[in-house]
């Protein structure tokens, strides 16, 4: 007798020619919001042994999933789909979702943005079972939901609209941009869903550990949480990571006027004609370039005396001439007190510097950019005793500990540097002290940061002011970018370079720079400040001719020769 083997597609029940007839089961999969989710979850499934063939569709929000019941059952499938923390799957006609409840873990992690992604990561290496509980934003926090990621790229869209239209040669007449707003806010919501899936979803999307969960978490006492009124969760450690928000400031009116902050203002679809900015810190610069150059008229008021106060006033000047040069308005040592609605505008009574008093129409939007504050006003904190700075912030130590013992706290809750990447650092250093014995400290002595303004400012180490505060006995050499070839040759000459070293031992120990790029230069200085540098060194270095880099090595030369004197390349 003869036999006949009927090949099939894997759609047809074999498993690639085993002979093992499939099964086929369709699922409902809540959770997907784009095609690339979809993608996400095959990919996912193509891991799993017995799977024959996977047809997930996005705009159906089901998939098709032939397997073998040998390797695979149904049960395991929705498993595989409901452990990850942005999806839940259910066999199509059945009631419930899957869902796994974990009440007790080594670490409950509260938050969801990077410092808390950071420490999932790395309590998955040390094999520590992790619960994360986040609750306002979505899951990727302040940086990809509304910080970071949405503003560099309205700072993209707004510099390129900006050259469209502004040449610094003469011979060259730019004509100008045509200016889809709309479809620029469009694409930037569909870069944050995509970098929020790719760039943390995915990533702890395979994670055996690791549960989240969204939901408002609160102690009950030290080592226990309920999560929105009704679930208790246990652990053995601790780590708030609950991030910030805009601090809003009680002025009479303004929660009656429909305010904006970066949450709401980066959503916004409509453009508005014109905006009044509530403080000149970075975030209320970085807005306010952005918006004027995409063509929002743009008001700034300031109670304090200058834009970026925290800055020594030269870099201050250096950038608020640059802004102003552009139309924006800055009114420094104006104080709002009182706002009311005029039919659609918006009447801002302010206190000028002179202590008169002056009314302000704005017939656009107000944006609050007045500061963050810690979010711990929800976590029930005075039960357990937690102590707080005068900020209200998380006070923690070197190694992101607490006053109680089982709880560490990292990035904008606490009493440290607020960036992205210090609450990754902060983050992962305080898994690793809490589980693994180690002592790791957050050491700042170096940090870099930058604002995203034109020109940028950034810097690293200590300032003139800060140096002096310490005791340090030091000496500045500041270099216009007027003298760095590689401004003279771009026509754009805005801004300087500021080195700040020890007069003992020569050591840099400080930089300032406010320049076109200027962020892509204080890595380099950064490092010289970590590893204990000196001037000589970085005068004596090389550096490629006509780059903006070559300023570096011009203000270290400037502690001891007029560098306008020198000629091109000197040393």
């Known amino acids: 007798m003869k036999y006949f083997k009927k090949i099939l597609s894997p759609d047809d029940g074999h498993n690639n020619g085993d002979n093992t007839r499939g099964k086929k089961m369709s699922i409902e999969i809540a959770g ?3 095609d690339h ?4 979850i095959e990919r996912l499934l193509g891991k799993k042994a017995g799977i024959l063939s996977k047809k997930i569709s996005y705009a159906s929000g089901r998939g098709e999933i ?8 149904k049960e395991e499938i929705i498993d595989s789909i409901n452990l990850t923390s942005a999806y839940r799957a259910k066999e199509a006609n059945s009631n419930v979702l899957a869902e796994t409840k974990v009440k007790q873990v080594d670490v409950i992690i509260i938050g969801g943005g990077s410092a808390a992604f950071s420490a999932a990561i790395k309590a998955n290496e040390l094999g520590v079972t992790t619960l994360m509980v986040n609750g306002g934003l979505d899951f990727g926090g302040t940086c990809v939901n509304v910080g970071c990621v949405p503003s560099k790229t309205l700072i993209r869209a707004a510099e390129t609209a900006y050259h469209a239209s502004h040449s610094n040669f003469a011979g060259i007449k730019p004509k100008g941009a045509d200016i889809d707003f709309a ?25 055996k550990n690791l549960q989240l969960i969204k ?14 009124g009704k679930d208790t969760y246990t652990a053995i450690k601790f780590i708030i990571a609950t991030g910030a928000t805009t601090n809003i400031p009680d002025i009479e009116g303004l929660k009656d006027i429909g305010y ?15 905006i009044t900015i509530l403080g000149a810190g970075y975030i209320g610069l970085e807005i306010a370039m952005a918006y004027n150059r995409l063509g929002t008229k743009v008001r700034i008021i300031e109670f304090t005396d200058r834009v970026l106060r925290t800055q020594t006033p030269d870099i201050s000047e250096e950038l608020e001439k640059h802004m102003k040069n552009e139309g924006i308005e800055i009114l420094p040592n104006f104080r709002a007190v009182k706002f009311e609605k005029s039919g659609s505008d918006t009447i801002i009574h302010c206190k000028c510097p002179d202590g008169s008093f002056t009314k302000m129409v704005e017939p656009g939007k107000v944006v609050v950019a007045s500061g963050t504050k ?52 902060e983050g992962k250093i305080a898994v690793e002290n809490a589980f693994s014995g180690s002592e790791n400290k957050a050491d700042y002595s170096s940090l870099p940061w930058v604002v995203f303004t034109d020109p940028q400012v950034s810097g690293a180490g200590l300032d003139e002011v800060q140096a002096a505060a310490q005791n340090i006995p030091y000496e500045v050499s500041t270099v216009a970018l007027k003298e760095v070839p590689r401004a003279i040759a771009a026509y754009d000459t805005r801004g300087f370079i500021k080195l700040i070293r020890n007069t003992e031992t020569d050591k840099l120990i400080g930089a300032r720079i406010v320049a076109p790029e200027g962020g892509e230069l204080i890595q380099q200085l950064s490092m010289a400040i970590k590893h204990g540098i000196t001037i000589k060194e970085l005068a004596e270095n090389f550096y490629p001719y006509l780059t903006l880099g070559e300023g570096i090595k011009l203000a270290a030369i400037t502690f001891g020769k007029d560098v306008a004197k020198l000629s091109c390349c000197a040393t």
Not at 184 to 201: D, E, F
Not at 260 to 274: G, H, K, M
């Open 66 to 73: 032939v397997f073998n019941p040998d390797h695979i059952s």
């Open 32 to 34: 997907m919001t784009c």
């Open 374 to 425: 810690p979010n711990t006003e929800k976590l029930g904190l005075n039960k357990i005793g937690l102590q707080l700075t005068r900020t209200g912030h998380v006070q923690v130590n070197e190694l992101m500990e607490t006053n109680l013992p089982n709880i560490y706290a990292a990035g904008d809750v606490v009493n440290t540097p607020s960036f992205v990447y210090t609450a990754a650092y």
């Open 215 to 228: 939901g408002w978490a609160e102690f009950v006492d030290d080592r226990t949480i309920l999560v929105n």
């Open 37 to 40: 989710c979809a993608v996400s």
């Open 260 to 274: 904006l902050t970066n949450v709401s203002l980066f959503d916004l679809e409509e453009q508005p004609a014109s």
């Open 183 to 207: 479809r620029v806010i469009k694409n930037k919501k569909q870069l944050v869903k995509t970098l929020q899936q790719k760039k943390y979803l995915d990533v702890v999307s395979d994670f």
